[in-house]
T-cell receptor, first 112, second 112 residues
């Protein structure tokens, strides 16, 4: 059974820092992996989706990488801003099931 | 476009009462999903519908029923609510199963 882990659970950084959020999964036979952002009391917003055949995806200051063999994905945020403060979740599907399994998220606070 | 809408936003039930959570999307997506989010547990898939006319169980289907009324609407019913069903419920949709998912704002349900 696929299990998704995100460490650390919470992170505080000063504005302007480049930072990396980690996501680990136990079954490397994934179909794809998504990174989401969730603001307090709100729904989730998809940030980046990486297909299993891809190594990375980029959108603005965000870059997500995928290493299936090691069961890891990272979300890199460049030049962090207070507006980046939110919870970041990763989710992956195992080939053949197409059901997303979510990590518990990393709560990020960027200090002005 | 309203995206994914959910009603109600908040609900308080007594144990044993029933209710239906409504979800609608205006993006002409084929797939729709119901998740619950609990502290420390992340999001867990309750049911999903890969296309109009089909529904499948997710990770935690017990105590719930769903109806894919048409392509736009996917409802979640609690026949006899229990305190363990206190949670935040999210509906999501996507063009295809395991594609990018778009989330609604959530329904906060408390069962006393």
């Amino acid at each position: 059974k696929q299990e998704v882990t995100q460490i650390p659970a919470a992170l505080s950084v000063p504005e302007g820092e480049n930072l990396v959020l980690n996501c680990s999964f136990t079954d490397s036979a994934i179909y794809n992996l998504q990174w989401f952002r969730q603001d307090p009391g709100k729904g989730l917003t998809s940030l980046l989706l990486i297909q299993s055949s891809q190594r990375e995806q980029t959108s603005g200051r965000l870059n997500a990488s995928l290493d299936k063999s090691s069961g890891r994905s990272t979300l890199y945020i460049a030049a962090s801003q207070p507006g980046d403060s939110a919870t970041y979740l990763c989710a992956t599907t195992t080939s053949g099931t197409y059901k997303y399994i979510f990590g518990t998220g990393t709560r990020l606070k960027v200090l002005a | 476009n309203a995206g994914v809408t959910q009603t109600p936003k908040f609900q308080v039930l007594k144990t044993g009462q029933s209710m239906t959570l409504q979800c609608a999307q205006d993006m002409n997506h084929n797939s729709m999903y119901w998740y619950r989010q609990d502290p420390g547990m992340g999001l867990r898939l309750i049911y999903y519908s890969a296309s109009e006319g089909t529904t499948d169980k997710g990770e935690v289907p017990n105590g719930y029923n769903v109806s894919r009324l048409n392509k736009r609407e996917f409802s979640l019913r609690l026949e006899s609510a229990a305190p363990s069903q206190t949670s935040v419920y999210f509906c999501a949709s996507g063009d295809r199963v395991a594609d990018t998912q778009y989330f609604g704002p959530g329904t906060r349900l408390t069962v006393l």
